[in-house]
């Protein structure tokens, strides 16, 4: 009778000792797992930032091939460039104001389509990018194919992802860039 109670006594459970070293390794492995969660939503911020970028030179490369007339008959600046609304344009021609080409009515020649393309890709990156700069360079020899070099150029601001990185990570905003080649 004494062996059995002895081994009741075994058998009623866990202690509390137990009980918290079981809540102790739960919460160890949730706060890895938030902190794994954080990271993956900053990385997609940054992907997402970053394939924006794409889309948005990928969307003036092809206005750039819909008004072949301009652009690839060298007829475009060698150089302009962005930042923000303002469009710097030594020709005078990307940047002239009250361009419209969209409605019925509205005939516009190529250099004028050229203008409200370049405006209203512009106006759409300030939106999406308030901080971000743009230069394009073209070629205009018309002896060989016209080629152009989108550019532009924002801020990303990083996210550490243990102590060691964020020593090491700058606090400033990291400067980021992606070219766009194109033969329009």
Partial sequence: MNRTHRLRRCERGFSLIEVLIAIVVIAVGLLGVAKLQAAAVSSTQTSRVRSLVALQAGSLAAAMHGNRRYWAAGAAPASW???????????????????????????????????????????AMNAQFPSYTAAVNCSTSVTTPISCSIQVNWNENLVAINRSTAASAPAAPVAQQFTLLVEP
Avoid at 87 to 113: F, K
């Fill in 81 to 123: 460039s962005a930042t923000g609304t303002a469009i710097t344009d030594p020709s005078g021609v990307l940047n002239a104001a009250g361009v419209n080409c969209v409605g019925s009515g509205n005939v516009c020649s190529a250099a004028q389509l050229a203008a409200y393309d370049v405006q209203a890709w512009v106006a």
